[in-house]
Nanobody
């Protein structure tokens, strides 16, 4: 499974940004998709996840009500809509996928910087 993230950039506080992650390869084995982020000097943390089949989602408390994860199975694409961005959302965002065999796959990361 290959994951290609895009959509990061520099944005002002309070603005929005949408990340995309295109998946290719053995997609049929994927059970869960998600977004992690890692800020400088901090551990990587799970931002949101979504079940590929049911669409059931989970969002970290820090982003609930502001971020929304979604997927388009027909396009094999994962999204993260980020609204009301804060400076503390600044991080490298990674898309992630887990197979039914519990193998983890990672995208290359995309930088999101929230600053005025």
């Amino acid at each position: 499974v290959q994951l290609q993230a895009s959509g990061g950039g520099l944005v002002q506080p309070g603005k929005s940004l949408k990340l995309s992650c295109a998946a290719s390869g053995s997609i049929f084995n994927i059970k869960t998709l998600g977004w992690y982020r890692q800020a400088p000097g901090k551990q990587r943390e799970l931002v949101a996840s979504i079940a590929r089949s049911s669409g059931f989602t989970n969002h970290a408390d820090a982003v609930k009500g502001r971020f929304t994860i979604s997927r388009d199975n027909a396009q094999n694409t994962l999204y993260l809509q980020m609204n009301s961005l804060k400076p503390e959302d600044t991080a490298v965002y990674f898309c992630w996928a887990r197979s039914s065999y519990r193998n983890d796959y990672w995208g290359q990361g995309t930088q999101v910087t929230v600053s005025s």
